[in-house]
């Protein structure tokens, strides 16, 4: 406790910048690796191929639906590879911003 209190407000503002990073990344990569299982229910373009091909034969309506899955599919990855590289981003300003005007020591 007092080694804070003998450290000037610039010293302690950059201890808790690292702190916030530190927390932030943690956070971050937790984020990242926890596993994400669908609920199981139908999106609402599966659920519109369901209903629009109700009457028809089930070969049809089976392609429908696998249809309606690629395409969920396919915008589901659209979404993570924006996703991915909108954090990517925010990483590298993140770590660019600190290694410039983070904790810097001096060489006496």
Same mark, same amino acid.
């Given at each position: ?16 910048? !690292?702190? *916030? ?6 956070? /971050?990569? $937790?984020?990242?690796?926890?596993? =994400? ?14 209903? !629009?091909? *109700? ?6 309506? /089976?392609? $429908?639906?696998?249809?309606?899955? =690629? ?32 904790? =810097?020591?001096?060489?006496?």
């Amino acid at each position: 406790m007092f080694h804070l209190l003998a450290k000037g407000p610039r010293e302690r503002a950059r201890e808790h910048l !690292t702190l *916030w990073f530190g927390v932030f990344i943690i956070l /971050q990569v $937790a984020w990242f690796v926890w596993p =994400r299982n669908s609920s199981g229910h139908p999106t609402p373009r599966v659920g519109q191929a369901i209903n !629009t091909h *109700w009457s028809s034969s089930p070969t049809e309506q /089976q392609a $429908a639906i696998a249809e309606a899955i =690629r395409l969920d599919d396919i915008e589901r990855h659209r979404w993570s590879v924006a996703r991915n590289t909108f954090i990517l981003c925010i990483d590298g300003g993140t770590i660019y911003f600190y290694w410039k005007y983070g904790r =810097r020591y001096t060489i006496a």
